[in-house]
């Protein structure tokens, strides 16, 4: 589909930048009946039409000024990749030419989507393929969703998107308001009518964001630990230097005691000779003591802009083995879409290089994980 380039002259505002509650106050503001903005989401979100004159049970009036005065979408397919195991890859291009991956991952039992919120992002974890692009800029809210409303147009009439993983390219912590008012759309009944516990949203560390992700939705939550200790995890994550380990864990003991009563999904990515030893793992069940804990251990995804490498796969069962007789759920994720860049900030990279957006030779992993679904993470 075409995207509408204009974000200049009247047409400046997104209808999917606003929270139903948000678009019923701005109708209001505008004249417009409140429930007007309920019918406008319906279509949008649930039928999928966003050209305002072909929402037909609306007046030819509010038809009209609706398309004359609102943009309805904000990023249009750039490109596609799909994998032999059904991953599919898309590039998505926004009004200003910047471009952002999304992930659509069918299994058996659901169909996940993990998408971005930053244009690269600021914190350039030294394995990352995103880090390495550096940051642009925030996406907004109608950007993060129209992920969803893109991906969409890929699934067969029987599909339908069944879990969201905040997982994509950027940090999601640090675009917490555009975050927040895709969530509250993503839960709607009348939006895209989604339960909490099928929304997934992963952090590397800002610890002060935490707390409010949590009180605005009973969503899971993902956190980027990748090591057990602060020597490694200040060169893994360099924002551990801000928000230090003990900083992090203790959060979220606190964020238990108060208000959760769900795991906390662990990623760990599993690097060879970095992080991957016997003692990085009785390290971990140690760290994550107190924590109601899930731990996605995930093999290293190399790419060209980092010189790591997975371990050996006796290396990693060794490691998930400890930690599972500690007594804690871990599972060794198997990679997705290793033959089309799957992992974030890959595509766009290759991309941003020149090179070609069909299925290379290169054995890419990046594997997500599954909180509430089986996700997607890459290593971000
Ligand atoms: S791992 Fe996540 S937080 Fe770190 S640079 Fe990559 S996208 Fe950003």
Redesign the pocket.
Known sequence: MQVEAKTTGLKTENLKDHSLAALRERFARDGIARYHADQVAGWLYQRGVEDPRHMTDLSMDLREQLAGSWISSALEVAGHARSVDGTLKLLLRAHDGAVVEAVLIPEEQRTTLCVST?VG?????S?????ALGFTRNLSTAEIVDQLCRAREFLAPDQRISNVVFM????PLLNLPAVSEAIRLLVDPKAFAMAPRRITV?T?GVVPKIRPLLELAPVNLAV?LHATTNAVRDEL?P?NRRFPLEQLLGALRDEEQVNRRRPVFFEYTLIEGVNDTPGDARRLVGLLRGIPSKVNAIPMNAHPDSGYRAPKLEVMERFTAIVHEAGLRVTLRKNRGDDIDAA??QLAARGGRGESEEPGPRSLSGGPLEPGGRVVKS??
């Open positions: 930053q992002c600021p914190l350039a974890c394995f990352c393929a995103t880090g994509g390219m950027g940090e992963s590397s980027s994550v924002l974030c900030g290593q971000g």
